[in-house]
């Protein structure tokens, strides 16, 4: 009990403990009191700065409204603009179209046409070449015709020379054969009267016949330009001995004294 007492304080240090406790209240409220006083300020600024930025954040949207509604309307003349533009664009690129549609359809008429008047043309020169073709090859068969008919009048005529120089040296041969044996009988006639024919001043005639007419049995056949030189140099040669032959006969017979003249 007495430590009880002893700790409870007295009166005094409670009065003390009271005063010290409303001396703590007194500052307390006065702290409050500043304390709501400078949130009173505090208010008021912030108010004051609330309004003033209310102000400021309601003149930055007017103005960005504005900005907005300048944006919006230069978008929208922007829109228009490009609208026209691309209509207009459009209509030029569709007129464009139906034009090169149209150049390109004329284009492809004409190339067409000169096309189909090229294969007409072609064709017509194809049947005049397959015309001509048959033509030449018609002239070609023809000639080859005449050529065989001339190689067979060619053989044919060959062979009617052959045969004609055949009979015309026969009958030269006989001919030369007589006038010869008509030649020896006149030269032993004069050698029998005593006439020389030196005298008369009359050449002797030495004929060959074989060496007249050798050339032509040796002569080729095949050759038609060689088979008539030939054949005409030894023609000259046979007239030429038969005209020596009769101007012998002749001057022999001139020579010859007649009958009449021997009985004188």
């Known amino acids: 009990m007495a430590a009880a007492a002893e700790e409870e304080p007295s009166y005094e240090e409670l009065k003390i403990q009271l005063k010290q406790e409303k001396q703590r209240v007194a500052s307390l409220q006065l702290e ?7 949130n009173f300020l505090v208010q ?27 944006l919006a309307n230069a978008v929208e003349a922007e829109e228009e603009h490009i609208s026209n533009t691309l209509q207009k664009r459009l209509a030029q690129v569709t007129a464009e179209k139906v034009a090169l549609e149209n150049q390109l359809e004329q284009e492809s008429e004409y190339v067409a046409n000169r096309l189909q008047k090229r294969v007409e043309t072609l064709a017509a020169e194809k049947l005049g070449l397959q ?4 033509e030449m090859k018609q002239q070609v068969t023809e000639l080859h015709a005449a050529v065989q008919k001339l190689h067979a009048d060619k053989c044919a005529l ?74 005409g140099g030894s023609r000259r040669s046979s007239l030429n001995e038969i005209r020596l032959a009769r101007t012998s006969s002749s001057a022999i017979a001139m020579s010859q004294p007649s009958p009449q003249s021997s009985q004188h």
């Open 158 to 231: 060959q062979n009617a020379m052959d045969a004609e120089e055949e009979m015309v040296v026969n009958r030269l041969q006989r001919q030369l054969e007589t006038l010869l044996s008509n030649y020896r009988v006149l030269e032993a006639r004069l050698e029998a009267g005593g006439v020389s024919t030196k005298a008369l001043q009359i050449q002797p005639m030495d004929i060959d016949l074989e060496g007249v007419y050798g050339g032509r049995r040796h002569s080729s056949r095949g050759r038609e330009r060689s088979l008539s030189v030939s054949s």
């Open 131 to 134: 015309k001509e073709k048959a």
């Open 32 to 38: 409050l009191a500043r304390a709501k006083e400078q």
């Open 44 to 70: 008021q600024q912030m108010e004051l700065e609330e309004e003033a930025l209310t102000n400021k954040m309601a003149k930055r949207l007017s103005q960005l409204l504005r900005e907005k509604q300048q």
